[in-house]
């Protein structure tokens, strides 16, 4: 049965139901779960932008996501949301392993880890709302979050083009020219409406335009057109990963001359930003996309839920993938470390200033792009998923990740190391049958 902690060290703001997301930023809290006392974080610091980028001037556009209640509904008690999370994971059909945590007034109102994380093949090792894995795309909104507070540090608005920001070496073609008529801007990149897949996927051998170095260099000196119906496409983060490291500038602060990047540094530079100006506000010790070698006998192993006997797989990036961490995918967290980086870039300004914060939500910046929407039923959710799978002869192994925002002052995680996946579905769910 799921544990209920509701911790006063995760005070980021108990809010009142509020027709706006005008909220002031709340004292920085200690973490929650396994942390007790980690020193608070320190409030953002807003330095005056370069004199020769422009200030910023895009609004929010549409309703802001505010921790008010969007519809009318009955009140859903963290005990009722949790208990329908884990019936609908329990039985045969479940997961090897899972987690879920769950926050609601910026407290930490339920979380536990069920299921193995290691199965008995692989010597157990149960799974904990604190078992990080590799959350896969769910690693793009923290991109998203990195990429966005950067652009405000610096005073440059979300539709800006990116040309100029680019690695200076890099031939640039002609969306990605200063004088461009139709240039690829961050928000392009954030949305999905680069025209990166468009592009792509017309050409005789898109395996050549990869998630690298070399990948993201093609894209730029191409001749693509941005603009357009959103096409999914994991090349957009990572481009989203060179221009964080770029942006992090000579002393990795977000201010001063725009940083060398390279092939090698581009990854280094994107942990050390995220760490410092996303993960450690709220609470989130380092984070990587590998484990350290006294960790490989305990981390968590992904599975065939079909095929336990078969073992897990470790997924981390080691060797030169290392050079491609993040951006897109591979970063290594726990429902808990996605819980309180929700709670704490919904509630407070720890991770983002508010403009920059209201329009991630109502412009859905690294969000999945159903989100928020009526007509599909998503009023008052955003979310992101991730999902891979490995194939080793007839044997799948397969991980599935979410982050979530909801309804009545709620954010959700839940991770699982095998099948059923559809991980954003059951929190969804379970939120609307608990009601």
Known sequence: MFRQTVVATLAVATLAIVPTCAVAAAPAAPGIGSLTTPPPPPPDPHPDPDPADPPITAQPQGPAPGPQDLVSEPVVEPEAFASEIEDRLGGADGPVGYAYAITRNGQLAAA????????????????????????????????????????????????????????????????????????????????????????????????????????????????????????????????????????????????????????????????????????????????????????????????????????????????DSRKHCGGHTGLHLSAIDLVKVATYLRRTENILPALARDRMFSDLLGWNRSSNNPDEGSLGFWWHDGWGHWFSGATERQVFTCVMALRQNYEAALVMNSLPGNTCGTLKAAFEDAA
């Open 112 to 319: 536990d880890g069920i299921g193995d994380a290691r199965a008995a093949v692989d010597g157990q090792q149960g799974f904990t709302e604190d078992t990080r894995l590799e959350v896969m795309s769910v690693t793009k909104p923290m991109s998203a979050m990195a990429l966005q507070k950067l652009l405000a540090q610096r005073g440059i608005p979300v539709d800006t083009p990116i040309g100029a920001y680019l690695p200076a070496t890099w031939e640039k073609g002609p969306a990605f020219e200063p004088d461009s008529a139709n240039p690829v801007t961050f928000r392009h990149l954030l949305t999905h409406t680069s025209g990166f897949k468009q592009y792509i996927d017309g050409l005789p051998d898109p395996d050549v335009y990869g998630n690298t170095w070399d990948g993201m260099q093609l894209l730029a000196a191409s001749d693509l057109t941005p603009g357009g119906t959103p096409k999914y496409k994991n090349a957009n983060y990572v481009m989203v990963r060179v221009l964080i490291a770029r942006l992090t500038g000579v002393a990795g602060l977000g201010i001063g001359p725009l940083a060398f990047v390279t092939e090698n540094n581009n990854s280094k530079k994107y942990l050390k930003y995220l760490n410092k100006e996303v993960f450690s506000k709220a609470g989130v010790p380092n984070v990587r996309c590998w484990v350290d070698d006294d960790e490989e006998d305990t981390a968590a192993l992904v599975y065939d839920r079909d095929d336990v006997a078969a073992g897990g797989r470790l997924i981390e990036r080691d060797g």
